[in-house]
Structure formats: C-alpha cells, structure tokens
C-alpha cells in the first residue's frame, strides 16, 4: 500500500533528478580534466546557436512568400 502523503510521481521525478545529477558530474569531470573537450563543448554549442539563427532566417524567407 502507498503512502499517501508522498505524491505519486515523487519516485519518478526523484530517479529523474538523480540521472541528471550523474550527467551534470559527468560532463564536469570530462570537462575538467580534458583541455579539447571545452573547445568541442563551446564548438558544439555554437553550432547549435547558429542553426536556430539559420532556421529564424529560412522561416521568415518563406513567411514573406
């Protein structure tokens, strides 16, 4: 039987800050200790900057057609 006074998601949103704990003290040991993998990080997310600006730029061509 459940307890309840917990809220029935409380286990899943509980397991689901627990696995991005883990990823966020994983990437800060990978970043921390490799040189190359802050350069690849700021690439990445460069990359990803510009392709949201390309895709305002494509929507917004075709808006006006």
Known sequence: ??????????GSALLILLRLSLLGVGAFVILRYSRESL???????????????????VAFLYART
Do not use: K, Q
């Not at 690439?43 to 600006?53: D, E, I, K, P, T």
């Open 1 to 10: 039987m459940t307890n309840p006074a917990v809220a029935p998601g409380f």
């Open 39 to 57: 350069v690849a990080l700021l690439m990445g997310l460069f990359v990803s900057f510009a392709a949201v600006l390309v895709e305002i730029l």
